[in-house]
């Protein structure tokens, strides 16, 4: 007869319930770093980036509303290497800027409010694309040694497309002759989309230059001089492999 070792079943059967327990409580932890990245730090984000525009617009002494003032149209150094940006290498300066544009402010500083109504966005536009000082922070981040608002060239931006307030992640909606505003305290700037293109390497700096081209793919782009916006931000979701890019152009400004 074979012997039975209760002792080596106990054994066994203790060592295989200490796995599971070790199974189950690595999968908390991973929920848990889930739930933190894709809910809590959208939720943390854009409450900053609400309340940020509040603040803007107490100190420009106006109540916030999507249309107030916007006037009609026709249909770096500091910072952190960031994954919805493009790489600035090949980006040139963005010339000279007109006399309604907005002046250059301090790094990380939130000086501006973007408005899409297409998509429902209200956020604050801050000096710089760093991670921890802007776009982490919810806000929407202007590429240095571009354009300022209004100015002639390549106002360009960037935004995440997922976590810390995600604001950018449908700019993949957009559609030509919908209308983007920035505010700021002297003037409200309107631009109007024109182009898209849908997916394109992070080192093409062409999209975000002063008459902006996409150096890789040639067709994309512009080749005459103008007052252009652009919106960059990560492509495939959840990944930060291509950039999706959209362009806009001035189509008026108001003074306030």
Same mark, same amino acid.
């Given at each position: 007869?074979?012997?039975?070792?209760?002792?080596?079943?106990?054994?066994?059967a203790?060592g295989?319930?200490?796995?599971?327990?070790?199974?189950?409580? +690595?999968?908390?932890?991973?929920?848990l +770093?889930?739930?933190?990245?894709?809910?809590? *730090?959208n939720r943390?984000? &854009?409450?900053?980036? &609400?309340?940020?525009?509040?603040s803007? @617009?107490?100190?420009?002494?106006?109540?916030?509303?999507?249309?107030?003032?916007? $006037?009609? /149209?026709? $249909?770096? @150094?500091?910072?952190? *290497?960031?994954?919805?940006?493009?790489g600035?290498?090949?980006?040139?300066p963005? !010339?000279?800027?007109?006399? /309604?544009?907005?002046?250059?402010?301090?790094?990380?500083q939130?000086?501006?409010?973007?408005?899409?109504?297409?998509?429902?966005l209200?956020? $604050?536009?801050?000096?710089g694309?760093?991670?921890?000082?802007?776009?982490?922070?919810?806000y929407v981040?202007?590429?240095?040694?571009? /354009?300022?608002? !209004?100015?002639?060239?390549?106002?360009?931006?960037?935004?995440?497309?997922?976590?810390?307030?995600?604001?950018?992640?449908?700019?993949?909606? +957009?559609?030509? !002759?919908?209308?983007?505003t920035?505010?700021?305290r002297?003037?409200?700037?309107?631009?109007?989309?024109?182009?898209?293109?849908?997916?394109?390497a992070?080192?093409?700096?062409?999209?975000?230059?002063?008459?902006p081209?996409?150096?890789?793919? $040639?067709a994309?782009?512009?080749?005459e001089p103008?007052?252009?916006?652009?919106?960059t931000?990560c492509?495939?979701?959840?990944?930060?492999?291509y950039?999706?890019?959209?362009?806009?152009?001035? /189509? !008026?400004?108001?003074?306030r």
């Open positions: 007869m074979v012997q039975r070792n209760p002792r080596g079943r106990r054994l066994a203790r295989l319930w200490s796995g599971a327990e070790v199974v189950v409580t +690595l999968g908390v932890v991973l929920l +770093l889930v739930v933190h990245q894709l809910w809590w *730090t943390q984000a &854009r409450a900053d980036a &609400r309340h940020k525009v509040q803007l @617009e107490q100190e420009w002494g106006r109540a916030g509303s999507e249309d107030a003032g916007v $006037p009609s /149209a026709p $249909p770096g @150094e500091g910072a952190d *290497t960031d994954t919805d940006a493009v600035e290498g090949g980006g040139a963005a !010339g000279g800027a007109r006399a /309604a544009a907005a002046a250059a402010p301090r790094w990380d939130a000086y501006a409010v973007i408005r899409i109504p297409r998509l429902g209200t956020a $604050p536009v801050a000096q694309i760093s991670k921890s000082g802007v776009l982490d922070k919810g981040g202007h590429y240095p040694r571009t /354009a300022q608002p !209004g100015g002639a060239g390549n106002f360009a931006l960037a935004g995440h497309r997922n976590t810390h307030g995600e604001p950018f992640r449908y700019i993949n909606r +957009l559609r030509r !002759g919908d209308r983007i920035v505010e700021t002297e003037r409200v700037y309107a631009y109007v989309v024109d182009k898209t293109l849908a997916q394109t992070a080192r093409d700096s062409g999209v975000i230059a002063a008459v081209r996409s150096n890789l793919k $040639p994309f782009g512009y080749s103008g007052s252009y916006v652009t919106l931000t492509t495939p979701e959840f990944t930060s492999r950039r999706l890019v959209v362009w806009g152009k001035l /189509a !008026g400004v108001q003074e």
